[in-house]
């Protein structure tokens, strides 16, 4: 059983005056969110078109998690089905390997893809997403996609929006942020069989924090400007602010919780930078989805550590040389 959090909650902030005409009630909500981010690196909004009944369709959307593991392997990226010429997009199934979670993920891109400058591993920036030959539920293909258009006009909403609310010049940091790239990503997170080694890394045992629950995902940072995270009821998903602080994200069914990712500090002239988070739980059954903004590939941007501006896809080449180049050469 999960212990009971002793964590202070992320802020709830209601941003649906962000998409009303009463510019009085917009820039309170500018400010709440500037300053959730400035403090916590992070809040939970509510209020924003499509939450209304959002939990419900995200249960649909998991449905692809029920599917025969045949039908979601369909999908599934080169790494694990080698005859697949999809590196990136598509079906990661549950690790047989010590990995840093035990969980499964099904994402998706842009449709139509999108284009990228020719550096080493380019290709997997410009694929295509990967269907299952069945749909768990009517219209969940046409559903996922939608949610990926409007969760990524929600989040560019938000970048003029932080702007405003840190007083910086709205299209300087909202602006490279405008395009279409961006994941729409779905995990399920499932209990761990007997020996499996989480944490990735030979004979280190799940960390334990201090009210008992084990860390199901690591400590980490996202790679792109903003992240917008949903969690079911079991919740888990914590942030950590620019004071070090630990606080717990409320499950809130029908709310998006918003972090920063590392590109966000160049955006906002250092004032933000990308939020530590991790998710901790009872290692059951646990699920969750995240969209992720990102700049389009030929978007020039500034990397966390400084220096002169690259497009976005030299720089996750940069970021990581392992993978790219790698990939590359095969
Ligand atoms: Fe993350």
New binding site residues.
């Given amino acids: 059983m999960t212990a009971q959090s002793t964590y202070e909650n992320t802020r709830i902030i209601d941003i649906a005056p962000l998409h009303s005409s009463d510019d009085t009630k917009r820039a309170q909500v500018d400010q709440a969110i500037a300053q959730a981010m400035e403090q916590h690196g992070s809040f939970v909004a509510t209020g924003f078109p499509g939450a209304a009944g959002f939990g419900m369709q995200m249960q649909r959307l998991l449905s692809f998690f029920t599917m025969d593991e045949d039908e979601k392997r369909v999908c599934a990226i080169k790494e694990y089905v080698s005859d697949h010429a999809n590196l990136y997009r598509g079906f990661y199934p549950l690790p047989d390997k010590p990995h840093w979670s035990h969980n499964e993920i099904f994402d998706i891109g842009p449709e139509p893809p999108m284009t990228s400058p020719d550096v080493p591993g380019a290709e997997s920036f410009r694929e295509a997403n990967v269907w299952p030959n069945r749909e768990p539920v009517a219209d969940w293909r046409r559903e996922m996609h939608d949610v990926f258009v409007w969760q990524r006009d929600l989040s560019v909403v938000l970048m003029a929006s932080i702007a405003r609310g840190l007083g910086l010049e709205e299209e300087a940091v909202a602006g490279p942020a405008r395009g279409r790239n961006g994941t729409y990503r779905i995990l399920h997170y499932a209990p761990a069989p007997e020996g499996f080694e989480l944490g990735g890394y030979p004979g280190r045992e799940p960390e334990t924090i201090e009210d008992g629950r084990k860390l199901l ?1 690591r400590t ?1 940072v ?1 790679t792109g400007i903003l ?1 917008l995270l949903w969690q079911d009821a079991s919740g888990g998903l914590q942030m950590q602010g620019p004071d070090e602080v630990w606080r717990e994200v409320e499950p809130l069914q029908d709310g998006l919780s918003v972090h920063g990712a590392d590109l966000i500090k160049g955006l906002t002239e250092g004032i933000l930078q990308g939020t530590t ?1 991790r998710a901790v739980g009872d290692m059951g059954d646990r699920c969750s989805a ?1 969209f992720f903004l990102e700049p389009d590939f030929e978007t020039p941007v500034i990397a966390p550590t400084g220096g002169a501006p690259v497009s976005y896809a030299r720089h996750l080449v940069n970021e990581f040389p392992d993978r790219f180049e790698a990939k590359n050469a095969a």
Avoid: E
């Fill in positions: 995902a980490h996202d992240s988070h995240g």
